[in-house]
């Protein structure tokens, strides 16, 4: 066993770790075991005082699972690609003329448009403005459990087409040929761990649900967002330096807050952790009524 302390950081979801010090190497195997268990449980772990290069995160977070290669070359770290770099100097204006940064446009979880999207989001913070820039988690087990029964019926049903973010216009050609494919998920999703179920969405990849319209499918994540999305679900993180923090893809959205001075900076390193193909299992279904 351990000696790392873990700490709930909301009701919602969230735990802290510390004890960990990830420079010094990859833990050993009944760590790893300990800290995914854990990550299944409370869906966002923050390993506090960390220090580690592109290449030293891609060593030691593959003992957590396969690395995922992301969809988006221009943000990849020109030495180590399998780590994405999120500065707020790329942002771009979307069509609209609005500021479009990834994580930044919606609530969503991340490359729901791969057939074997991502288990696990790693984000570290290498570089912070003075004050804003946090991110925001939301817990979709609670989610879905919060939904009238007819309503989970409803969406345990829906399939969405999933391709590349409609808001972001400087998308290499190369990027659209090899991930441009769309993907057909599970509106709500069992978790291979937990065997709970939870909704499971990306907006702005959303095409559209089978059998709807683009229009009526857009409206309707609208309107179900507007549902679920509510502050006793959500844990929003004010990033320290050296905060590394792993969110679970599979039961939990997050979305950054686009409410810092640019000119100060604000930089993460991303990498992903492959997860396995989505999928809704009715029998492990629970009563929540």
């Given amino acids: 066993m351990s000696d790392f302390q873990v700490t709930p950081l909301s009701p919602a979801l969230g735990a802290s770790i510390t004890g960990v010090d990830l420079a010094a190497g990859a833990p050993d195997a009944s760590v790893i075991a300990q800290l995914d268990a854990l990550l299944a449980r409370h869906l966002v772990l923050v390993i506090r005082d960390q220090s580690l290069a592109p290449q030293a995160m891609v060593r030691v977070l593959s003992a957590f699972g396969p690395i995922m290669r992301q969809h988006y070359s ?26 479009v940064q990834l994580g930044v446009s ?28 946090d991110t925001s988690f939301a817990n979709m087990r609670l989610a879905y459990r919060r939904l009238p029964a007819a309503m989970r019926e ?14 972001l216009v400087s998308v290499r050609q190369a ?6 494919t769309p993907s057909v998920h599970p509106l709500v999703r069992t978790h291979p761990v937990t065997g709970e179920p939870a909704l499971y969405f990306h907006p702005s ?8 319209s683009r229009e009526d499918s857009i409206a309707f994540i609208t309107e179900l967002q507007e549902q ?22 599979r039961a939990c959205v997050h979305r950054a807050h686009d409410d810092y001075d640019h000119d100060e900076g604000r930089v993460m390193y ?5 997860g396995d193909r989505p999928y809704f299992r009715p029998a492990a279904r629970l009563n929540f009524d």
């Fill in 205 to 212: 990849k959303l095409d559209h649900f089978e059998g709807m």
């Fill in 154 to 167: 409803r969406v345990e049903r829906m399939r969405s087409v999933s391709g590349l973010d409609r808001e």
């Fill in 270 to 274: 991303r990498l992903l952790i492959q």
């Fill in 228 to 249: 679920v999305l509510v502050p006793e679900l959500i844990y929003r993180h004010r990033w320290q330096l050296g905060d590394l923090l792993l969110c679970d893809n």
């Fill in 74 to 99: 221009r943000y990849l770290a020109p030495d180590c690609p399998d780590v994405g770099i999120l500065s707020s100097a790329d942002a771009e204006r979307g069509a609209d003329g609005r500021r």
């Fill in 106 to 133: 919606c609530w969503h979880t991340d490359h729901i448009n791969h057939e074997l999207p991502p288990k696990c989001t790693v984000l570290h913070a290498v570089k912070l403005p003075r004050s804003g820039g």
């Fill in 175 to 180: 990027d659209r040929e090899r991930h441009g």
